[in-house]
């Protein structure tokens, strides 16, 4: 409910920008900017063999300076061999994070994370369940990487209990689960009194107008997933995340695009 209620939500704010001629993050106070971003397209659990052409492609896709990579493999041994790849193929410039997606249970999180943990990484993504605070906190207690949680937020009352339990050092709130723009704006304003960044996890054309009024605003996960079905795609340069000076969310779709994957 919450995630059909959330796109609702998206859908009216776009269309009250729309209304007053102004980008959503004019609407909301603040401004069009270039954000920066990491580079979320790839990377995934892939063949060894694969990971340094795709990282170096990822990078070159808009000059990007952070990639994100997933970790989760059948051994610590896999996920070690994966990170020394990737960093020995983007080199010691680029900010490398790491996501689990929820893969282990505490003990194997612990341990992978340990290890990792000297290896210069911007952040360890979601090591554990989404909502086992206790672990991420006990986690976060052992670790000098950064925890990163929130993508499976499901409002602002997960926001706070997070914080609260010091489950993690940064969060990255969903627009489809958070609550859409009204879930974003009664959430960030939490982060941001706890002194925590915030990032965006995916809908980087909705998110960014989003993270342009957040006070502790850090980095736009950025996917092109949404091009097929764009009019006009936005451009990542240089790293930074361009938002076009259009009204509402700054999307338009193509309908002839769109049709292909209509499901009758």
Known sequence: MRIALSGLDMALWDAAAKAADLPL???LGSSLAPLPSYNSNGLWLIPHDQLAEEACELLEEGGFRAVKARAGRATLAEDMKALEIIRGAIGDDVDLMVDF??????????????????????WIEEPVMYDDFRSCAELRSKLR???????????????????????????????????????WLQSAPIAAAA????????????????????????????????????????????????????PGLGISWNQEAVGKYRIR
């Open 25 to 27: 993050a004019e609407l």
């Open 101 to 122: 997606n929820q893969a282990m249970p505490y003990g194997e999180a612990l341990q992978r994370c340990v290890a990792m943990d000297d290896l210069g990484l911007l």
């Open 145 to 183: 990487t950064p925890i990163q949680i929130g993508e499976n937020f499901y409002g602002p009352r997960d926001v706070r209990n997070a914080i609260e339990q010091r489950a993690c050092d940064y969060v990255m709130p969903d627009m489809m689960r958070i609550g859409g723009v009204t879930g």
């Open 195 to 246: 002194g925590i960044q915030v990032s965006s996890h995916l809908y980087p054309e909705a998110s960014a107008h989003l993270l342009r009024v957040t006070q502790t605003a850090h980095l736009a996960e950025w996917v092109d997933w949404a091009n097929p079905i764009l009019e006009e795609p936005w451009q990542v340069e240089d790293g930074f995340l361009h938002m076009p000076d259009r």
